[in-house]
């Protein structure tokens, strides 16, 4: 009987077809009409739906490797994951272009008020909305220098930004003026005329921009969010945007989403929202494919998993 792998997304033929080559003498099993007896069964899972938690994590699940379709693992059991032995690996690295775009789109919205001349048109209305800003030369602050992080560092400099960058490690990277370890946030955000953040929900993040950090940027500095809500208390953001101590924020993720229709943010003119979908792209599933393929090779050959591999100790 071949080993089973189950497919939870959505795929072309030809991506299928990328999949089975991966897998030579497996059953892959995909679609709408999945059970959870065949997630059960499956010693590879390959996406990840709610639905599937409850048989991956079933007494007689078979599953040893879970290869999500997202950089992020919050939504994940992930602790009795781990504990059941299950190697978790994600789709990190897929987003640098596409992220990395949004927030450029965000940053140049905000700053040459584009965002409210979308609005005036709407309203057939002709104002300038008090434009005088320009993004170059100005300093930028990236909180969480990973593979987005990386890429915004390296637009920034085409705009001569001076990059300052956070990051767990410190580690020095190609195109940051400056890296610095969290626990130096604060002492870099008053240089910072723009603030990104790229990183993920873990415990230590959580609401790591909070009133003291909102306090400490710089009056008029703008703030983009593209990493997860749960990195802002959404309460300290509102407040520090009716001060005026933020010129703007650019905000794709939320501490709640959908974002309630009734939620003060969507009536700011100085935020831009979009609703989590600064990863979505056109390339998306056969980036993802490339990592799924190579870690499938070590796998078959009982190597560990050269990409991606969630750390208990890091939570992603």
Same mark, same amino acid.
């Given at each position: 009987? #071949?080993?089973?792998?189950?497919?939870?997304?959505?795929?072309?033929?030809? /991506?299928?077809? +990328?999949? =089975?080559?991966?897998?030579?003498?497996?059953?892959?099993?995909?679609? *709408?009409?999945?059970? !959870?007896?065949?997630?059960?069964?499956? &010693?590879?899972?390959? !996406?990840?739906?709610?639905?599937?938690?409850?048989?991956?994590?079933?007494?007689?699940? =078979?599953?040893?490797?879970? /290869?999500?379709?997202?950089? !992020?693992?919050?939504?994940?059991?992930?602790? %009795?994951?781990? *504990?059941?032995?299950?190697?978790?690996?994600?789709?990190? @690295?897929?987003?640098?272009? #596409?992220?990395? &775009?949004?927030?450029?789109?965000?940053?140049?919205?905000?700053?040459?008020?584009?965002?409210?001349?979308?609005?005036? /048109?709407?309203?057939?209305?002709?104002?300038?909305?008090?434009?005088?800003?320009?993004?170059? @030369?100005?300093?930028?602050?990236?909180? !969480?220098?990973?593979?987005?992080?990386?890429?915004?560092?390296?637009?920034?400099?085409?705009? @001569?930004?001076?990059?300052?960058?956070? =990051?767990?490690?410190?580690?020095?990277? #190609?195109?940051?003026?400056?890296?610095?370890?969290?626990?130096?946030?604060?002492?870099?955000?008053?240089?910072?005329?723009?603030?990104?953040?790229?990183?993920?929900?873990?415990? &230590?993040? $959580?609401?790591?921009?909070?009133?003291?950090?909102?306090?400490?940027?710089?009056?008029?500095?703008?703030?983009?969010?593209?990493?997860?809500?749960?990195?802002?208390?959404?309460?300290?953001?509102?407040?520090?945007?009716?001060?005026? $101590?933020?010129?703007?924020?650019?905000?794709?993720?939320? *501490?709640? *989403?959908?974002?309630?229709?009734?939620?003060?943010?969507? %009536?700011?003119?100085?935020?831009?929202?979009? #609703?989590?979908?600064?990863?979505?792209?056109?390339?998306?599933?056969? +980036?993802?494919?490339?990592?799924?393929?190579?870690?499938?090779?070590?796998?078959?050959?009982?190597?560990?998993?050269?990409?991606?591999?969630?750390?208990?100790?890091?939570?992603?």
């Amino acid at each position: 009987m #071949p080993a089973i792998a189950v497919l939870v997304e959505n795929m072309k033929e030809h /991506q299928l077809e +990328r999949i =089975r080559n991966a897998l030579p003498g497996w059953e892959l099993l995909y679609g *709408e009409d999945l059970t !959870g007896d065949e997630v059960r069964r499956a &010693e590879i899972v390959a !996406g990840w739906r709610e639905w599937a938690e409850k048989a991956v994590l079933d007494p007689a699940s =078979r599953c040893k490797w879970v /290869q999500t379709w997202s950089a !992020g693992v919050d939504r994940l059991p992930l602790g %009795q994951m781990l *504990e059941r032995g299950i190697v978790v690996t994600t789709a990190s @690295g897929v987003h640098a272009y #596409p992220i990395s &775009e949004t927030i450029f789109a965000m940053l140049l919205a905000l700053t040459r008020n584009l965002h409210v001349c979308i609005r005036n /048109q709407l309203k057939r209305t002709w104002d300038r909305g008090g434009l005088r800003l320009e993004m170059h @030369g100005k300093t930028i602050g990236i909180v !969480g220098v990973g593979d987005i992080g990386e890429e915004t560092a390296r637009i920034a400099k085409a705009f @001569g930004m001076t990059v300052i960058g956070v =990051r767990r490690s410190a580690l020095p990277s #190609p195109h940051v003026d400056r890296m610095v370890g969290p626990g130096a946030l604060r002492e870099v955000l008053p240089l910072c005329d723009y603030v990104v953040v790229t990183v993920p929900a873990t415990p &230590e993040t $959580r609401h790591m921009f909070d009133e003291p950090e909102f306090s400490a940027m710089k009056p008029g500095a703008f703030f983009v969010n593209i990493g997860r809500g749960a990195t802002v208390r959404t309460e300290a953001l509102l407040a520090a945007l009716r001060s005026g $101590r933020l010129a703007g924020a650019g905000l794709d993720v939320f *501490e709640e *989403e959908p974002l309630p229709p009734d939620h003060p943010l969507w %009536q700011m003119d100085n935020v831009i929202i979009t #609703p989590h979908s600064s990863g979505f792209t056109e390339h998306y599933n056969d +980036r993802a494919l490339d990592i799924f393929v190579e870690n499938a090779a070590a796998y078959l050959a009982g190597k560990p998993l050269p990409l991606n591999v969630v750390e208990a100790s890091k939570l992603y």
